[in-house]
């Protein structure tokens, strides 16, 4: 199922029932009263935070929803009943515009529930009509429609840390080892074409496709996802060991790139301090398992270390290396919050 960030629906609120024309049917009274009732209201559109990322492509096929009308009045002075309420679910981190009114909505947390929509007023029945004048009215109104409009939904991922680096850089892999999440590794680029998602001690981690130079002209694939990362509190930068191996880039100028594209992101979409580029960030050199001498591994993690101040060191072979990361990065996010 391909991930979906961005759909449009049409949604309506229910129209009110109408109101009816009635009359009291009492023994031994040839001729009752009006008792008409009023129409029910018709039921009202809310959308509602749910935590499922991927409840948009769902609606991809259906794309017009409807709160229920509300239920006609009734002899005997009885009101119809409301039309029952409608409830789009929506990932947390959906941004709800509606299109004709430009009125947003943005859903923050799991369970929040915005009213997008009032269901219409039912109609007068008969009754409502009486007067000392008029003890026989005949007059009764339908039923009010709902409001209804055109709504841009968009959704911009909730996460903690983000991952970002080339692709094949050991992002998902890395999501894997520390969280629950089950992400797809391939030794290829752009294994990884949706974002994903993984549950980090109550903190969330976002893995999402790799970048490469000119990402943020539209190259590859990673621009589309970067406003996917724009909610972290930080970013974890993941450059490879084998960025060292004959005919690479070299892993500071692969980690430069990165960094520029970050920036011209942010520039292009006048960002400056909420900024990718100014999110705190830390340095994971991965695979130190395909350089033989640890020697090297040391100078290049000094070299880092002029760059950033936290920089870490792993393999997916070795366990300890893994460990020591994630304790690091629980303590860096227990401070932040
Ligand atoms: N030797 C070694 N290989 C690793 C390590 N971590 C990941 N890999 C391998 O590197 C390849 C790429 O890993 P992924 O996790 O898919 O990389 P990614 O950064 O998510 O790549 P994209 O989704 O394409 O951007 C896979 O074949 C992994 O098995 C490691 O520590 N050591
Ligand atoms: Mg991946």
Redesign the pocket.
Same mark, same amino acid.
């Given at each position: 199922m391909a991930f979906i960030d961005e759909i449009k629906i049409y949604a309506e609120a229910g129209r009110g029932g109408d109101g009816v024309v009635r009359w009291r049917q009492e023994k031994f009274i040839p001729k009752g009263g009006p008792a008409g009732g009023d129409g029910g209201r018709g039921g009202d559109f809310y959308v509602q935070a749910v935590r499922d990322i991927h409840i948009l492509s769902k609606y991809k096929a259906k794309k017009d929803f409807q709160a229920e009308r509300g239920e006609d009045g009734g002899k005997k002075s009885l009101h119809g009943k409301k039309g029952e309420d409608f409830i789009l679910e929506l990932p947390i981190g959906s941004i709800v515009t509606n299109l004709e009114t430009e009125e947003k909505w943005q859903l923050l947390e799991e369970g929040q529930k915005n009213l997008l929509l009032r269901g219409g007023y039912g109609g007068y029945g008969n009754e409502h009509f009486k007067s000392s004048t008029n003890t026989t009215p005949k007059e009764w109104k339908p039923g009010v429609d709902g409001e209804h409009g055109n709504f841009l939904i968009e959704l911009e991922l909730f996460a903690d840390v983000g991952l970002v $680096?080339? &692709?094949?850089? $050991? @992002?998902? %892999? !890395?999501l894997n080892a520390l969280t629950n999440a089950e992400a797809r590794? $391939? =030794?290829?680029?752009? #294994? #990884?074409l949706d974002p994903n998602l993984g549950d980090f001690y109550g903190y969330t981690i976002a =893995?999402i &496709?790799?970048l490469i130079e000119g990402a943020n002209t539209g190259k590859g694939l990673g621009v589309k996802f970067l406003k996917h990362i724009r909610r972290t509190k930080m970013i974890a930068h !993941?450059v490879s060991f084998e960025n060292l191996s004959k005919g690479s880039t070299g892993m500071i100028k692969t980690y430069k790139e990165i960094r520029k594209e970050l920036e011209k992101y942010d520039k292009n979409l006048g960002l400056g301090e909420e900024g990718l580029a100014e999110k705190e960030e830390i340095i994971v050199l #991965? @695979?130190t =398992?395909?350089i033989e001498d640890p020697k090297m591994i040391e100078k290049k993690k000094k070299e880092f270390e002029k760059v950033s101040k936290k920089v870490f060191v792993? %393999? !997916?072979?070795d366990d300890k290396s893994v460990k020591t990361l994630r304790d690091e990065l629980v303590k860096i996010l227990k401070k932040k919050v």
């Open positions: $680096g080339l &692709p094949n850089a $050991g @992002k998902s %892999s !890395l590794v $391939g =030794d290829y680029a752009f #294994t #990884t =893995d &496709p790799g !993941l #991965t @695979k =398992d395909v792993i %393999s !997916l072979y």
